[in-house]
């Protein structure tokens, strides 16, 4: 049995893409384990070059057309074909040998640039349309900026043979735009291992973590300054501000003046989500906009207090563990620090209470394997009939769900405006190709990743 996972992020430098994807693949191991010959290779969502802004610009028009059709023709799978083969190499042949393709869209699925591109959805069309083979996604977050992208959403994973996300809110979405196969099993981020207190740091001061925001146009970092002010004055901690990505270097950087007692750990630092685990395993509790760094928080029993992402994945970790995990928005100052003085006091969110409700995942997990097992069982040596889900992966908050209070910032962080054909871009195109470097260029972002 050979499985390829396309869109593998672990070996990313961001530390909530190695918490995710590592904990994929020790998901995907213990599941098959007792099954012969199995073999599992990974194919990496690449680094951006200028290759793929070019396609973008002259191919991307087609490329949407392509991939919202449900039924493709060969002459569009063939010009899928010759591009990926371009971008991506001989992972195309790891496609064709497999058994089974797992993709893992983590949180690279919202932006409308995505639908004219290669890096995401060209190796999944693929192994669907033109190797047939099965393809499992799962490990991931939904999300679309209005009913063109979300229609052309459900019709590519409509095609799939197993459709799983990763937290409520995707769940919920997925439901309402018709991707009636979707279950929910939790992020595989949840699977960390409590981890001793951070040696790193060096100190005995009590402190709390700050980290930035995927949303674009870092949301109100006047209101975020102002709770860290207000915070180490009435508490007395120190702020520790967490940053693996060049963004919230910049962004959290600003806060730092005025803060003398502030402290920057970049992931010059923390070179992983393991060594994370540590610092936020002794921090009182971590306020931001950051997806991984929230659960990596949670699975050491430290308490979140969640700011708006640049989808509706925070919102949708409260219902899922069934805490007081609310997203705050602008003008909610005053909200956040009556949070933290339940934190601070043991009000709400103690230790005790979220390694409870982490402990109640472990039968869903438990569910999910088992699914997942006989989903692949199925496809690849039985008779494709699929088998049905359990409740506990389809639960009863699925609903019809309503816009967030916080739409407006996923719309305009997801809202990408495409490039423009022009002759400028078809010569770029043309020149890039005519680089004997190319081959080796394009080869080396999927091992050079940010």
Known sequence: ???????????????????????????????????????????????PHDFDRHVEAVHGSRLRRIYGDPHPSADAICFVETLARERFG?????????????????????????????????LPFLAVHLYRKPVL?????????????AALLRTIFSTFSLVAVREAASYQFARRIGLDQAVLCPDFAFWQSEAPPAQILNNEAEYFCITGSAARRFPAPEMLGW???????IYGLQPIFLSSRAKDLKELGELLIGVPEARMLSS??????AQLSTILAAARFVIGGRYHTAITALTQGTPAVL??????????????????????????????????DDIITGRCLGKAEIRAALKDLLPIYAAFEQFFAATLGSVCHGNGVLPPA??????????????????????????????????FHRFALHRIRKRSSLPSELHRTLIDLP
């Open 1 to 47: 049995m050979k499985l390829v996972v396309t869109n593998y992020t672990g070996d990313r430098q961001n530390w909530g893409c190695q918490a995710t994807s590592r904990e994929l693949l020790r998901f995907l191991g213990e599941a098959v384990s007792g099954w012969h010959d199995i073999s599992i290779t990974t194919v990496p969502l690449p680094a």
């Open 90 to 122: 001989n992972a195309c042949d790891s496609l064709a040998g497999a058994d089974a393709v797992v993709f893992q869209g983590e949180g690279t699925i919202g932006p409308t640039s995505m639908y004219r591109s290669l890096r995401l959805f060209a």
């Open 137 to 149: 996604s799962m490990n991931q977050s939904l999300y679309a900026i209005d009913d063109s992208d």
């Open 227 to 233: 709770v860290l002010r207000r915070t180490t004055e």
């Open 268 to 273: 010059s630092e923390i070179s992983d989500s």
């Open 307 to 340: 700011l708006p992402g640049n989808t509706h994945k925070n919102e949708g970790i409260a219902p899922m563990l069934g805490l007081p995990l609310d997203v705050f928005g602008g003008g909610d100052e005053d909200a956040i620090i009556a949070r933290i």
């Open 390 to 423: 359990p409740a506990c992966l389809t639960p009863p908050f699925g609903g019809t769900g309503s816009e967030t209070p916080h739409e407006e910032v996923y719309r305009r962080s997801n809202r990408r405006r495409g490039y423009s054909v022009s002759l």
